[in-house]
């Protein structure tokens, strides 16, 4: 979804990564959740625990990356790319 925001919108980097948080955030959040809770599949416990530390991640990596250079941001961007696509080959 970012390089296509980026591409087909010519949005900057760092409003491609917010929208795209913006946009999973309720229908990840909200509608999957409530169907693995319906079914018992749902620890709260430890969902609220991981829920924290992805709250103070997101917040301090997000006020990390918004003081990186946007051509450097790119980059790292592109190399995560280009490493998940080579994992995903070798690995079967």
């Known amino acids: 979804m970012i390089p296509a925001m980026i591409y087909f919108l010519g949005v900057d980097q760092y409003t491609a990564q917010g929208t795209s948080l913006a946009v999973m955030l309720p229908p990840v959040g909200l509608f999957a959740v409530y169907n693995y809770y319906k079914a018992g ?29 946007i ?11 280009i490493l998940i696509a080579v994992n995903m080959l070798i690995k079967k």
Not at 47 to 62: E, K, R, T, V
Not at 71 to 81: E, G, N, R, S, Y
């Open 41 to 69: 599949s749902c620890d709260l416990r430890y969902a609220l625990i991981i829920a924290l530390a992805f709250i103070i991640g997101g917040y301090f990596g997000s006020k990390i990356s918004l003081n990186i250079p």
């Open 71 to 81: 051509a450097t941001m790119k980059k790292i961007f592109a190399v995560a790319l």
